[in-house]
């Protein structure tokens, strides 16, 4: 422009005097001072532009920027003028000279521009109009552009800093409600819409990686049905993303080939700009891609934007893997407690067993102390089971423990924990029983065997609810059910001092008397039918069936070895019973440990008649414990494979066929 007149910043250093000198010091420190205190750099360039105005005399002041175009943006201005546009051309040449300018245009206005530092990264040019230029407009107007460039400058970072700390916060906080999501719907969605908010843009969606199939899945997919979107994996910006593993920013969607308009056309949207990042696993698997959609106010994605979106991408897919693995573990769970579940339920249609399940009902919904007594083999840690699975704390630990099983020396470890080094053998740290089942329920299994140093520990423990470690001295408290059971009579324990009574009232608030399984006859068929149908699926037997005389010889049996007896002899028959139809003969190792010797002999048999018998039954448990392989069972019978088959033919044993065994 032929009436600019141009300068440059270190021209017009000498041409002001000192009181406007003064003046200048003092709106720069003011300036500086307001730039580190401005909450954001809007509220900044509101405060302090018509502080300029007036120091310059001006009617109009702006800050300005060049966009592509070529075009300007005011990114904030002060004031009224009435020279259109016919002002930017002399801003092309200030910049383009990297000079201040002052041009006196018609109606009585003159009109600046002074270049901006371009580091501050906001504007390129302060420009303004005045009708009452002064002399010094121009020395002055550098200089104050200098001064308001550095708080401008100061002011743009303070801005970015709270940004940075605000996202930071923002991500924290993000994160905290990740952590809380229990389905995977509601946790895209809310990690989309908090996206959105940070970016400050106007859609984002996370599109998950089905490689087996080479598609994404866009959730949530804004003005779609189901909000969901299936596409191929190998097409647009995101198939780009997955196959490079490369950040994306897109500042004209259109004007780029790798953009897909076919979810702008299925959905009626349009997208002006947007930014890509992989969706990358704690492990570095890129699992999908995060994309952000439009940003506000007709602004380009930046670099922090791309960060950003990248440290929210990789808390949303730790997120989601996190979520896949705990639904895979509590269905897992849900799946074992069912299998649990169906393993300890109480069979039969006794009016013993059936006042049981009707009491086991109501305690289950109870953390009352249980004492559960019986003999050997009756059941005691499957009712401890029924009362755990029934009630509220079935999904927390069921935790047993055997107390005659323990030494003595080893019981204070094995309850409440040990630190490393509290004994020899202690090399680390190591939690109790307690500890364990904290939440849930521990099972003490034949406490009446528990020594009186032991009882008087356990004593302690439930009625303080706190255990401390061998060799620590920090108190943990624990919440745990105590079910206790014992095949003794503890009440002749408690008279004769080796059972403590407190523990005893502690321990009986309820207490269950399990039936023997020969009080309760009618109960032997069905547990033999439930039994032998469990381990019958196991072998993968489905079709066994139990004859007439095989359930006859059942119900006269007498089972002390009570349902345990039981369980095992239908555990053997499912899987070694030769045929499917299950009969009296291959119930022949019924008996209990007192009777191993085979059935009963008749008397009428005579010393000699029962001796021949008893031999034969003794070498054919010899054979079947060596699964029929003659020269072991020889061995195990202390004789020579050839005097084995001389004494079975003896005996005339229907076993030998010629040289061979059946």
Request: net charge negative; charged share 25%; hydrophobic share 40%.
């Amino acid at each position: 422009m032929s009436g600019t007149n141009w300068t440059r910043s270190n021209e017009t250093q000498q041409a002001v005097g000192g009181d406007a000198c003064s003046t200048l010091i003092q709106l720069c420190g003011r300036q500086l001072a307001t730039a580190m205190e401005a909450v954001s750099l809007s509220s900044f360039l509101a405060s302090e532009l018509p502080q300029v105005a007036t120091e310059l005399a001006a009617q109009w002041i702006a800050v300005v920027r060049r966009v592509p175009g070529p075009a300007w943006d005011t990114v904030a201005e002060h004031g009224r003028h009435s020279l259109g546009k016919s002002m930017t051309q002399m801003w092309d040449e200030s910049l383009d000279r990297e000079a201040a300018g002052i041009d006196k245009a018609n109606e009585g206005w003159t009109s600046f521009a002074f270049p901006l530092d371009r580091t501050n990264g906001v504007g390129d040019l302060f420009v303004g109009a005045t009708r009452n230029a002064g002399p010094d407009l121009l020395s002055t107007g550098v200089l104050s552009t200098q001064s308001f460039g550095l708080a401008l400058k100061l002011a743009a970072q303070q801005a970015e800093s709270r940004r940075q700390v605000d996202r930071l916060k923002s991500t924290l906080d993000i994160a905290s409600k990740l952590s809380g999501a229990e389905e995977t719907a509601p946790l895209l969605d809310l990690i989309a819409h908090e996206a959105t908010r940070l970016l400050d843009c106007d859609r984002s969606s996370i599109f998950l990686w089905d490689q087996e199939r080479n598609e994404v899945e866009a959730r949530p997919a804004l003005g779609v049905k189901n909000g969901s979107l299936r596409l191929p994996a190998r097409e647009g910006i995101v198939g780009e993303t997955l196959r490079t593993g490369i950040a994306i920013v897109v500042a004209k969607a259109y004007d780029d080939p790798r953009f897909n308009k076919e979810v702008d056309q299925r959905s009626g949207y349009r997208t002006r700009n947007l930014v890509c990042v992989p969706l990358r696993d704690s492990d570095g698997t890129i699992v999908g891609a995060f994309e952000a959609i439009n940003r506000n106010g007709d602004h380009a994605f930046s670099e922090d934007d791309v960060d950003c979106l990248q440290q929210l991408g990789t808390q949303a897919a730790v997120a989601l893997r996190n979520l896949r693995e705990r639904s895979l573990l509590n269905r897992s769970r849900d799946q074992l407690a069912e299998k649990v579940t169906s393993q300890v339920e109480i069979v039969g249609t006794s009016a013993a067993i059936v006042a049981l399940r009707d009491t086991i009902g109501r305690l289950a919904s109870t953390d009352l102390p249980v004492l559960v007594l019986g003999e050997s083999g009756t059941g005691k840690e499957v009712v401890a089971n029924s009362i755990h699975f029934g009630g509220a704390r079935a999904n927390s630990p069921f935790v047993a423990l055997n107390c005659a099983a323990i030494a003595e020396s080893l019981l204070e470890s094995e309850l409440f924990g040990h630190e490393q080094g509290a004994f020899t053998d202690a090399r680390d740290s190591r939690q109790g029983k307690f500890e364990r089942a904290d939440g849930g329920t521990l099972f003490l299994d034949e406490i009446g065997d528990m020594s009186l140093g032991g009882q008087a520990k356990l004593l302690r423990v439930l009625e303080q609810k706190i255990i401390t470690r061998v060799g620590g001295s920090e108190t943990i408290p624990v919440n745990v059910r105590i079910v206790a059971a014992t095949n003794s009579n503890l009440t002749e324990a408690v008279r004769e001092k080796r059972f403590r009574e407190d523990l005893y009232y502690r321990l009986s608030v309820v207490t269950l008397d399990l039936p023997s399984l020969r009080d309760r006859p009618e109960d032997i068929l069905p547990l033999a039918e439930h039994f032998l149908s469990r381990f019958s699926a196991q072998a993968r037997r489905p079709g066994l069936q139990l004859t007439s005389d095989a359930r006859r010889r059942l119900q006269a049996h007498a089972w002390p070895g009570n349902i345990r007896e039981l369980r095992n002899l239908m555990e053997r028959v499912a899987f070694l019973a030769p045929k499917d139809r299950i009969d009296a003969d291959d119930l022949a190792f019924i008996l209990s440990p007192d009777q191993v010797g085979g059935p009963q002999l008749s008397l009428d048999l005579g010393l000699d008649g029962a001796t021949r018998e008893f031999q034969k039954e003794f070498i054919r448990r010899s054979i079947n414990q060596v699964s029929n392989n003659m020269t072991d069972a020889a061995k195990l019978l202390g004789l020579h494979r050839s005097n084995l088959y001389r004494k079975m033919k003896q005996l005339q044993m229907s076993e030998v066929i010629g040289d061979s065994v059946e």
